[in-house]
Nanobody
Framework: QVQLVESGGGLVQAGGSLRLSCAAS????????MGWFRQAPGREREFVAY????????HYADSMKGRFTISRDNAKNTVYLQMNSLKPEDTAVYYC?????????????????WGQGTQVTVSS
């Protein structure tokens, strides 16, 4: 079992930045791809970014490219999401998740363990 706890969300003005953290416990996450997803009210959960176990490969949803950066510190069992140039449409609950199949994916169903989420609200 892996327990994931997100933090770092909050209220920010458009154009601002936030850094989300996802701290894992129960098992080391160094062997797994880690992903970030988000879900806005009334919408399906959508892919934001993933990072492979070594950190050598990252992948982003098109709307996040150039604005968001995913990173990981395996020694701290933690994954990060740096979000810059935030827009009101980025408002959502952000979740981190662990994929244990060793095949990086953008599909939420491919991820096995999820955190409880952290709210990000971007005001215009």
């Amino acid at each position: 079992q892996v327990q994931l706890v997100e933090s770092g969300g909050g209220l920010v003005q458009a154009g601002g930045s936030l850094r989300l953290s996802c701290a894992a416990s129960g098992r080391t996450i160094s062997s797994y791809t880690m992903g970030w997803f988000r879900q806005a009210p009334g919408r399906e959960r959508e892919f934001v970014a993933y990072i492979t176990r070594s950190g050598g490969t990252t992948h982003y949803a098109d709307s996040m490219k150039g604005r968001f950066t995913i990173s990981r510190d395996n020694a701290k069992n933690t994954v990060y999401l740096q979000m810059n140039s935030l827009k009101p449409e980025d408002t959502a609950v952000y979740y981190c998740a662990t994929e244990t199949s060793f095949i990086p994916s953008t599909r939420p169903t491919a991820y096995d363990y999820w955190g409880q989420g952290t709210q990000v609200t971007v005001s215009s």
